[in-house]
Nanobody, 129 residues
């Protein structure tokens, strides 16, 4: 069965960059849409960016558009979240998740939380002013 584990969270100053990793085990991540979500203190969890099994990327939120990117390393069975120009409001717990329904996430992906059924444990990102 597929399992996910995030890593790379850290304390970083505003304007800095950080790369988070999502490691898959038990199954190839290439079959699934993979999404990154985050939850800021006192706020609901929100979708950040996702990548479909064919490489399509959805990143519609104005808060992260142009600053965050997502990529796959198929050889390592990993997905990365590259975060640039970090702001204090980016602070939160970041989760990677997989939509294991093979009818989903082929050409495009969506940041609908309920569609993702396998989740990592989360990694903390703190951006200081």
């Amino acid at each position: 069965q597929l399992q996910l584990a995030e890593s790379g969270g850290d304390l970083v100053q505003a304007g800095g960059s950080l790369r988070l990793s999502c490691a898959g085990s038990g199954f190839s991540l290439d079959f699934f849409a993979i999404g990154w979500f985050r939850q800021a203190p006192g706020k609901d969890r929100e979708g950040v960016i996702c990548i479909s099994s064919s490489g399509g990327i959805t990143n519609d939120a104005d808060s992260v558009k142009g600053r965050f990117g997502i990529s796959r390393d198929k050889a390592k069975n990993m997905v990365y979240l590259q975060m640039n120009s970090l702001k204090p409001e980016d602070t939160g717990v970041y989760y990677c998740a997989a939509d294991t329904n093979l009818d989903d996430g082929l050409r495009t992906c969506a940041l609908k939380e309920r569609s993702y059924d396998v989740w990592g444990q989360g990694t903390q990102v703190t951006v200081s002013s």
